[in-house]
């Protein structure tokens, strides 16, 4: 590379010859005065010359130095000014800049090295002040001039708008701009133009036709969109009035009569019916959103009807009433089910006034807290737009490292867009399952989104594609990764063969389970397909293998066959493809691979052979559970654990009494007496645990009971009785260490 040199601190100036003025030395001199013919008067002349030389030589580097920095400090000088003042109207910058020139010229001058440089200095200095008064002053009219516009733009906007809301007064308005203009260019001194002479008369001229040109323009619009036949017409005689016309374009002379005629043709009413549809959208606005959706719509209503109008009493009053209507929404979002139901309480006792606002609130009320319910259960992510914009920001938004997000109530969350996305959907799950959402139904998704990643999934052709994407929707959502798959499953969104296959995300050939079974599926028959002699038998050992399985799933949950058969085709796919590959018995294979290897079957459920146990304890252990430990920890739950006092009946699980009434008294009797013999434990549908159900004569339903709530006092709240595999896993070791049959157990589920 090339290499630059560079100074260094013995650096030295050299100067050529040529450049340098050598004077006398002193030998020199003696020399010279042995000279019999030495002439002193001329040696004293040339050395007054070099000296002269010398201080014009030093002033010109110091002059141009010097101006230099003046100009430079003058740029930063004018720059701090500027900002200093940045309404400044431009009366006064330059005095300041012309006082702080003299006051840095003052300074430069002391530090003149000589008579000539001083002296030249002023000639500069002239110069350079008559530059800064110049550009200060252009600047000064300049800033003048556009304060003088923004006084008048302000006055035309004004006036305008005046002009638009009562048309009839637009004469008045245009007077009044005319007197502005005036102000700007005095008749009195005709020698100066206008503004102070800042800007020509003419431009002035122009300027002031642009200006009441645009109102009139403007105006005539407005009522061209009002569509009254009274302001119409009062237009169209302006057009025939020089007085008005003088300030329009021709062009725009004839655009506006050319509409005002073909207004005039239509119904006259648009404008009354627009204004209608305005109010209503306002009105919804205000109730949905707090803040209108239509501006000046009250203009248009006394427009319309005229000042202090019902009309216009009537809109006032029904503003007010949906702005209630909004803020006891915003309010019922942030409260507890209990508490709610005292807000609603409240409003009931003020409804009974009689009043039909008050009413109409109330029933409002009402109404929100269904909805809010309603979409808290079937969209959450739609409830926290409609109740709770915070969260649904956090819960949708990108949002970037270090953001502030603000909660309801003020809290600001911070941080990289997981994070805040991890704690919203604790958030919103904890909502969930405090308004009594089984965890299988809990939700992080909006329905659009879980349709979206799970189509994704649908459409992949590749393993490795599909393999990758999967992992990354896990990886993203981490531990409510299991909840976003539920919620595709449950939606249907899911096709049957990915529901089967994603059972194996965590296994080691994932990657090959879904290219063997799900896309490169074994063809039976044909003349490219595997001989039938050879994939029925296969295919038949596969099937009875899953008789098991398909009797413990579907004897207690009808909606479990879609699954099995899916979860068969897969397993069976599997089989024919490592037959297909020279694979020996490969029925058994794949069976024991995918099930056997993974799952205890039991009467009624499966239990994933997990490989530890998270004790609870901050350690894990080896899972070396057996399917009989499990039935036995199961079974002695169910002998011990229970209250039957506390159970209730459900919506779906009421019985008849022997009179055939709905009876829940009748429905507790019949609980205590047959709690043991018709209860039996199940998978939950999103695969995180069981539960347990009543199983009869009359139907097949969860087992609910009644707790205290956490958050709301004495109110009881309905629970099912659930164990997730971690809680079923300690259980079943508690029970096999217990050596007190009524030793508590505490149990994490609910």
């Known amino acids: ?104 010229s003052d300074e430069l001058k002391k530090t003149a090295p ?22 200060s002053t252009l600047y000064e009219a300049q800033k003048t001039v556009e304060a003088d516009e923004e006084q008048i733009n302000a006055a035309a906007k004004s006036a305008t708008e005046a002009s638009m809301l009562k048309p009839h007064t637009i004469t008045d308005q245009i007077e009044d701009l005319e007197k502005i203009f005036d ?6 001194t005709p020698e100066i133009e206008g503004m102070g002479g800042r800007i020509s008369a003419a431009l002035l001229k122009e300027k002031k036709n642009a200006v009441i040109g645009k109102m009139i323009k403007d105006t005539i619009e407005t009522i061209i969109q009002r569509g009254d036949e009274l302001e119409i017409e009062m237009a169209k005689k302006w057009m025939t009035n020089k007085y008005y016309t003088k300030y329009l374009e021709v062009d725009d002379q004839q655009s506006l009569t050319k509409q005002l005629d073909s207004k005039k043709k239509e119904v006259g009413g648009q404008f009354i019916s627009d204004t209608k549809d305005m109010i209503q959208a306002n009105l919804r606005s205000i109730k949905n959103t707090g803040e209108v959706q239509h501006e000046k719509v009250l203009e248009r209503i006394i427009a319309i009807n005229g000042p202090d109008s019902e009309a216009e009493a009537d809109y006032k009053k029904a503003i007010k009433m949906n702005k209630t209507m909004f803020n006891n929404k915003k309010e019922l979002s942030l409260k507890t089910e209990k508490e709610q139901n005292e807000m609603i309480a409240e409003w009931r006792e003020k409804a009974k006034t009689g009043d039909d606002d008050v009413k109409a609130i109330f029933e409002n009320l009402i109404n929100d807290k269904k909805q809010f319910e309603t979409l808290l259960r079937e969209d959450p992510i739609e409830w926290a737009k409609e109740y709770r914009p915070d969260l649904y920001k956090r819960l949708t938004s990108d949002i970037e490292m270090g953001i502030g997000i603000e909660t309801a109530d003020g809290q600001e969350f911070s941080g990289d867009a997981t994070a805040i996305r991890t704690l919203a ?35 992949t052709n590749n393993a490795m594609e599909a393999k990758m994407y999967i992992e990354m929707l896990k990886k993203d959502h981490g531990e409510y990764w299991e909840i976003g798959l539920n919620q595709m499953v449950q939606g249907k969104f899911l096709d049957g063969k990915w529901i089967a296959a994603i059972q194996y995300i965590d296994d080691a050939e994932f990657e090959t389970i879904i290219n063997r079974a799900v896309l490169n599926k074994v063809k039976v028959g044909g003349t490219d397909g595997m001989d039938t002699a050879l994939a029925n038998p296969i295919i038949t050992d596969v099937k009875g293998k899953f008789t098991e399985i398909s009797a413990a799933l579907t004897s207690t949950n009808a909606n479990a066959g879609e699954f099995v058969d899916n979860w068969q085709e897969l397993v069976i796919n599997y089989a024919l493809s490592l037959e297909k590959a020279g694979t020996k018995n490969s029925a058994k294979v794949a069976f024991t691979k995918l099930v056997e290897n993974k799952f205890h079957i039991s009467e009624g459920y499966l239990i994933p052979k997990t490989g530890t146990i998270d004790t609870g304890k901050g350690y894990k252990v080896q899972n070396t559970l057996t399917k009989d430990q499990y039935d036995t920890a199961l079974t002695h739950f169910i002998e011990n654990n229970i209250d039957t006092e506390s159970l209730i009946a459900l919506q779906s699980g009421s019985v008849l009494d022997e009179i055939g009434e709905y009876n829940d008294e009748y429905y507790k009797g019949f609980n205590k007496d047959n709690y ?38 004495d109110e009881k709240t309905t629970k099912s009785i659930f164990l997730s595999w971690d809680d079923l896993n300690r259980y079943a070791i508690a029970t096999m260490e217990r050596t007190d049959d009524n030793e508590e157990i505490v149990i994490t589920g609910s």
């Open 1 to 104: 590379m090339v290499k630059i040199p560079t100074y260094d601190s013995t650096f030295k100036k050299r100067t050529l010859v040529k450049d340098t003025y050598s004077g006398f030395s002193g030998g020199e001199i003696q020399v010279a005065s042995q000279r019999a013919n030495v002439d002193f008067k001329s040696l004293a002349g040339t050395i007054d010359k070099y000296q002269k030389v010398k201080q014009e030589r030093e002033g010109k580097v110091w002059l141009s130095k010097s101006k230099s920095d003046l100009k430079i400090w003058m740029t930063n000088e004018e720059i701090r000014i500027k900002k200093e003042n940045p309404n400044l109207d431009g009366e006064g910058h330059t005095k300041m800049m012309i006082e702080s020139f003299k006051k840095k």
């Open 114 to 135: 000589n008579e000539w440089a001083s002296a030249n200095w002023e000639i500069s200095h002239n110069e350079m002040l008559a530059t800064t008064y110049s550009e």
């Open 183 to 188: 102000t700007w260019d005095d008749k009195k």
């Open 425 to 459: 959907y604790r958030e919103l799950i904890d909502m969930q399952q405090k308004w009594g959402i089984a965890s299988w139904d809990t939700k992080i998704w909006s329905k659009a989104d879980a349709a979206m990643y799970a189509a994704k999934i649908n459409n």
């Open 676 to 713: 043991k013999e018709n209860v039996v434990w199940r998978n939950t549908a999103d695969g995180q645990g069981l539960e347990l159900i009543w199983s009869n004569d009359f139907g097949q339903w969860p087992v609910g009971y009644e707790t205290p709530g956490m958050d709301t006092g």
